[in-house]
């Protein structure tokens, strides 16, 4: 079986399927490309989200944290705590175990997060810490988004550009392998300062308060994996105007370098935005220090590229360019 997140066909039929029971106060159910969940308390709404980290290594506590709040970033809801699971090698020293949760618990610090509660077990079935983070936040109730929202004709906008949490971890776990490849110890060094670039919080709130139909940020699989988990969460499709202007420098240079397509690398740090007016939308995050490109168009056709020219229907099924590099250097 392919490592990664499932195919949304397997996910559909062995996991989706067998959820019978639904709640009126539930406004976002569990559902393809729907990665929050949206309960109704009356003028406010609660989200709640769960993630893992499994491909990273170093400063894997960070993430964790980042990258369950960025799901509800994505719903335009505001976090308030978490709950962590930590899910032990047996060989795991007291040391380690209080530096991952140290580190855990300074980024909620930062910002501004509850740790709420969770579990912490040895069990013999893990070669390496597994972080399970459920997010908790709040957003008004006329505010919140969900991915399903997006609509045909739809402006398409990317934030940041392309690949920078899959560089970071890649600079981080594997740099000296990079420098060995001819990656530049400067473009190492800036990749690794990408841990700032990992929160969507910004742009989710002003999206959401500014009016979109849609947010998803962009994880596992990287743009292709967000735009057809989008399409398939709001039964659309789309057009995908594919250039190297949404490719940062070192980005770039560290996944070509390596084979690596940086559209199908994991993006935590990105959010793909739909909604009418993409260029009003793209001078208020200008306002506040954040890059927008607009890369395509919300269609009621098929999933397409256009690169080069050429237009080509986009087939991702799963899986991304990290966990294929991880296996090979194993």
């Known amino acids: 079986m392919q490592v990664g997140k499932i195919t949304s066909k397997r996910l559909q039929e062995t996991v989706l399927s067998r959820i019978t029971n639904h709640r009126e106060d539930v406004l976002v159910n569990s559902g393809l490309g729907e990665d929050s969940a949206v309960v109704d308390f009356g003028d406010e709404v609660l989200a709640i989200s769960s993630d893992p980290i499994t491909g990273a290594g170093k400063q ?118 990079l420098l060995e490849q001819g990656v530049n110890q400067k473009t190492i060094d800036i990749a690794r300062e990408y841990k700032h670039k990992i929160s969507v919080l910004p742009e989710g709130l002003t999206a959401a308060e500014y009016g979109v139909n849609s947010l998803h940020d962009i994880t596992e699989g990287g743009l292709y994996g967000a735009l057809t988990e989008m399409s398939q969460a709001a039964g659309v499709g789309f057009l995908l105007e594919k250039s190297e202007e949404i490719v940062p420098g070192p980005v770039k240079e560290i996944t070509s370098r390596l084979n690596i397509d940086p559209c199908g690398l994991i993006s935590s740090g990105s959010m793909l935005i739909s909604l009418e007016d993409g260029e009003g939308l793209q001078q208020r995050l200008r306002e506040e220090g954040i890059d927008s490109y607009k890369i395509g168009k919300v269609t009621s056709g098929r999933r397409l590229v256009r690169e080069n020219g050429r237009t080509y229907q986009l087939t991702w099924q799963g899986g991304d360019e990290l966990w294929d590099f991880i296996k090979k250097m194993k």
């Open 60 to 177: 894997a506590g960070y993430l964790a944290v980042q990258v369950a709040c960025n799901d509800l970033a994505a719903t335009g809801a505001e976090p308030i705590g978490i709950q962590v699971v930590l899910l032990l090698p047996p060989d795991i020293e007291d040391k380690e175990i209080s530096q991952l949760m140290g580190e855990i618990d300074k980024t909620a610090a930062d910002m501004d997060i509850q740790i709420l509660g969770g579990h912490t077990e040895i069990i013999s079935d893990v070669s390496r810490s597994l972080i399970v983070v459920t997010a908790i936040g709040r957003a008004k109730r006329e505010r919140f988004v969900a991915t399903g929202g997006a609509c045909e004709g739809d402006d398409l906008l990317l934030t940041k550009g392309v690949g920078l949490e899959g560089c970071f971890i890649l600079a981080s776990d594997f740099g000296d392998y």
